[in-house]
Each structure stands twice: as C-alpha cells, then as structure tokens.
C-alpha cells in the first residue's frame, strides 16, 4: 500500500485496506447495520478479501479462532453490537485460553447516543475486560476516523507479541461512514524475545546433571521451523517430549522420542513417568489445570520436580509455579537456541536412554484397544489414519468423544500449511465443526475431519451452510451419537450414582439433516459399516458427514463408566 495515499475514503474502507495490507485475504463474521460501511469496503476490495458470512457468531468467532491456530497471524471476526458481540464472546474466550492471536471487531452505536443504553448498547472494556483473567489482551474503540491504521497497527503487534492472544475493537457506526486520507500502516512484524544465554548455560547444566528429565510442549506461537528444531533438539539429547493438552500436533507423534498427551485421560504410565521425572523442561505451556492434573502432576506451587519453565509472556512465569529457571523467549527463538544445545560428553553418555525408549514403548502400547462391539471408535480412529494424508487436520470440541481422538490418532509436527490439530483448551463445546468449516476453506487442499459428540455438534451445526455456500470440498465431520451430554453424564454417575438428570438428549437424524444441507450423508451402527463410508466420502471430495450411533455407556466406555459407578456407590455405602 502507498505510504502517500492522500486520497479521502470512507474509514471502513481504510480498515478493509489496513487488513489487505496486513496480509489477510478471508474474514469471518455475521453482517449488522453498526458496520455496514465496513461491509461496503468489503464490497470494493472483493477482488482481495473475501468475508465469509456465518449464520452465527459464535460460529464465526470460533472460525476466525481457528484461523489464528491454522496461520500463525490474528484470525479476523466481524460481528455487530450486543446481541452479534455476547455471541461471539465464546470465540474470544477459546481463543484466550488457548494463546490463538485474533482480533474481534465490534460495531458500535453512535458517538452521539453513547451511555444512553442506546439500541444494544454495551460497554465492551466492561465486558471484555483485559486482564489475566479476562477475555482479551487488548480492548480498543476508535473514535477518530484519521486514527483507525493506528489501532489496527496495535491490534495486531498486541495480538502476536508475548504470549499470543485476543484482541477487540470496537467501531461506532459514525467514525465508519467519515471520510479519511490516513494511510494504512505496513504489515505487523512482532517483536521477538530471545532466551538470554545466561539461562541457557544454566539449562544446560540443569540438563547434564540429571537423570529422569522430561519435556512438555505446548501454548501458542510456535511454527512449523520452530516445531522442527524442537525435534532435532530432543534428538540431539534423546530426551522423551510430551505435548501439552490439546496441543498434540507440536511434535510428530511417530517419532521415537514421543511419550505421549499430557491432559485429560492422561496415559498412567506417562502419569507415573512425569511424577518419577527429576528434572521437567516445560517449553511453552501455561501449566495449566487441564495439563497438570488439577495442579497435582507437577504439584503447586513448588513441584517435586525441577522446574525450568520457559514462555512468551512474563506474566505467567511464576503465576502458579516457582520454577527453579524461568525463561522468558518467543517459542520460535527457544526451539532455535535450543537447537544449537548440545551434550558435553555425546548422546551415549546420558543415564536416561532407556528411559526415553521406554517412555515411548508405553505411548505404544496405550494405541492398542480392546475391541469393542457393536461400534469400536477406537478402529474408527485407525480407519482414518490409514486412509487420509498424514497431514489431515483433525478438529474437536468438548466431551468425552475426543478421548478416542486424541489417544489412537497420531498427529503429525505442524505441518508447513499450518496446524493438524484444532481443538479448544478451553473446553468450548460446538468448537470443533466451525473449526472445520473455517480450515476446509482455508486450506481447500487439505483434508479437514471433525470429530463431534451430539451435544457438541447441535450447539453450532447450523454451519453446515456457510461449508457449503463458500465451496467447502474435503471436510468429513463424524457425529458420535450416544444420546447423551456424555461427560456430564459420567461426572453424574460417580457424584450422583444412579441420579441422572438433565444429560439426556433427543437427536435428530444427523444424516437426513446434513442431507438437508446439501451434503453427503451415511449412518453407521457397526464399526465395518464406517470404512465404506469414508472410502465413498474421500472418492466424492465433498463435504460428508457420518452418523455414528452408539449406547450412552460408550460415552466413556462400558468398563469405565461401570467402575465410576461402582466406586461411587461404594463410596456411598461407607
């Protein structure tokens, strides 16, 4: 864009050129009157920006969230005021949580009819509040058309520096419709912190003294460059690496090094092996509840363990844990120093060779399953891995479904068209089929699957429209249906045993409702009927959904809900 441009244009325009300028190419949103001169400019540059109209903002929230995990830059939201901003909230909350740059932008009434509680008038910097608690890293409304490159240039530094993260801005209607010269602002290059080496001296003795050591990866801000020179990294000291919760695609799952996923349903021999570990290097994630077991893995505030906790964002180190090292570094700059680390006295000088090999001999062993009949969604898994490319995304949202998908499929290292895993951290429901929706048209090239319960899927399937408005091609979305919120079903067993309530549902026909879309649309009963399926979906290149139908026990699995039961009324009795 020319720094010269003198040239007055409407400031929605402007905000169209700055994100043509900043690289975007799609938008997601729900269209409202409070930016409708936005909407214009989208009209006007159509050429090189394409908005995706949602028929939901939460949907689009969680499409745009699934954007800034796919590219590494602030996926981008459009929604209007009130209704159109509490909708997209849960967007905006995943994307916190998971450390996902986005940028949500607001409409807003009118200068003039501020603090009236004017037609769906809301206080966003209320609402959104920023904080390490909030919702967003940054809240911001422009009132000066001539300042609009200014805030955009912010929001997008704010959303990629650190540890990365949500931002909004807020539009009135009236600053849109004002004519402007501003010139855009060229394309956001985050500033990068570096480990100091100091610390690095120090984490390499740490490393060289030690005798059971384990790595955890995870959070946001890593790239397919820094994914490989983490792996060359844990070759060079043949050091086990565990990923983070739901951050399973930040190392090849294939490779000999992988120990497994550190988060709900944990493996116990990984579990076991963390809790023996004398030395645990966590590069990237927050430690949070999910990761460490409710703060008993690593047990808080000082681990059993050591410590050496190395993130973007200054604020979480030391926020729950007293490291014995804390390093603050972009995840790009640590998997590179760590890259050119190296052991002093050679690899087959290091006590834990075995532990690593064993380490990943149980990861091994936790992919196989005792069959399951009639359907056996652990098969189903495998059927997938062995008829997709490896470098499929898999997608998610939030129930016990997603155990089978993250314990029998194996993720690949980000891939260089971005990542294979999108699944909320946050424990969002309906997150993983708009996810979908937005990766398919993102990445026509790729295959996109979902994974969702029925609960999960009804919250935001109504996308299946905007999968096929805007040409969605390779996206197969699997409903795994028990009838039942099947998570909350099992909490009820061993709290409530025998006391059900609330958890059961009445579905639709799944298939005969994706066929109403326009989609492809098979029902499954037995695990042989799924292969077929799939095989036709994959020859048909369309969006295709597969209903799976299963007995509400499955919602763990027959042995586990029974034992849950069990124990609780044990438990009871005494």
């Known amino acids: ?10 400031a929605g325009h402007v905000l169209v050129e700055a994100l043509i300028e900043q690289g975007v190419t799609d938008v997601f949103g729900v269209p409202g009157e409070s930016y409708l001169a936005v909407l214009d400019g989208f009209h006007e540059h159509r050429d090189r920006i394409r908005f995706i109209g949602c028929r939901q903002e939460g949907g689009a929230a969680f499409m745009a969230e699934a954007q800034g995990k796919l590219t590494g830059r602030p996926g981008i939201c459009f929604v209007t005021r009130g209704p159109g901003a509490t909708n997209a909230s849960i967007g905006l909350h995943t994307a916190f949580q998971d450390s996902t740059p986005m940028i949500l932008f607001i409409g807003q009434v009118a200068s003039d009819q501020r603090d009236r509680e004017a037609f769906q008038e809301v206080d966003y910097r209320q609402m959104f509040g920023p904080g390490t608690l909030g919702m967003a890293k940054w809240v911001g409304e422009v009132q000066d058309p001539h300042r609009l490159p200014e805030y955009i240039n912010r929001a997008f530094h704010t959303a990629l520096q650190g540890r990365p993260g949500p931002v909004v801005l807020v539009l009135p209607e009236d600053m849109l419709t004002q004519l402007t010269d501003a010139p855009v602002l060229p394309r956001a290059k985050p500033a990068v912190a570096w480990p100091a080496p100091a610390d690095l001296l120090e984490l390499q003795a740490r490393l060289e003294a030690a005798q059971r050591p384990f790595v955890i990866v995870g959070g946001g801000g890593w790239t397919a460059e820094a994914c490989a020179a983490l792996q060359d990294f844990a070759h060079a000291w043949r050091l086990p690496v565990g990923c983070a919760f739901r951050f399973q695609d930040l190392y090849d799952n294939r490779d000999p090094m992988y120990a497994g996923d550190v988060g709900i349903g944990i493996n116990p021999a990984l579990a076991q092996r963390i809790a023996d570990a004398d030395l645990i290097l966590a590069i990237g994630p927050r430690l949070g509840e999910m990761t460490t077991g409710g703060y008993t893995l690593l047990q808080a505030p000082r681990p059993a363990q050591q410590l050496v906790h190395i993130h973007a964002g200054p604020e979480e180190l030391g926020r729950v844990y007293a490291a014995d090292l804390m390093i603050q570094s972009s995840m790009s ?117 979902n994974i969702a319960g029925d609960g999960d899927f009804l919250m935001t399937g109504q996308e ?59 029902s499954a009963a037995r695990t042989e009927e799924v292969e077929p399926a799939l095989r036709e979906a994959i020859a048909a290149q369309r969006p295709t959904l597969i209903h799976l139908k299963l007995p509400v026990d499955v919602s763990t699995s027959r042995t586990t809900l029974a034992s849950i039961r069990d124990a609780a009324l044990r438990r009871q009795a005494t």
Do not use: K
């Open 464 to 522: 299946m429209a905007t999968a096929m408005a805007h040409g969605a091609r390779r996206l197969l979305c699997l409903v795994v249906d028990n009838g039942s919120y099947g998570t909350i079903r099992m909490h009820q067993e061993r709290e409530y045993p025998g006391r059900v309530s609330g958890s059961d549902l009445h579905n639709p026909d799944f298939a005969a409702l994706a066929r109403a879309y326009g989609w492809l649309a098979f």
């Open 333 to 449: 700059a640590a998997a590179l120093a760590l890259q050119q680390m190296h052991p002093t006295g050679g690899v087959q000088e290091l006590p834990w060779l075995d532990w690593t090999r064993d380490a990943h001999a149980d990861y091994q062993r936790n992919q196989q399953a005792t069959p399951v009949a009639p359907m056996d969604l652990a098969a189903v898994m495998q059927q997938l891995d062995r008829l997709l490319p490896a470098e499929s995304i898999f997608t998610n949202g939030a129930g016990n479904y997603s155990g089978w998908l993250h314990r029998f499929h194996r993720y690949t290292a980000l891939h260089q068209g971005g990542r294979t895993q999108l699944a909320p951290t946050s424990g969002a429901m309906g997150y993983g089929f708009p996810a979908a929706v937005a990766a398919s048209l993102l990445q026509s090239q790729r295959w996109v699957v």
């Open 1 to 10: 864009m020319d720094q010269q441009r003198t040239a007055s244009r409407p």
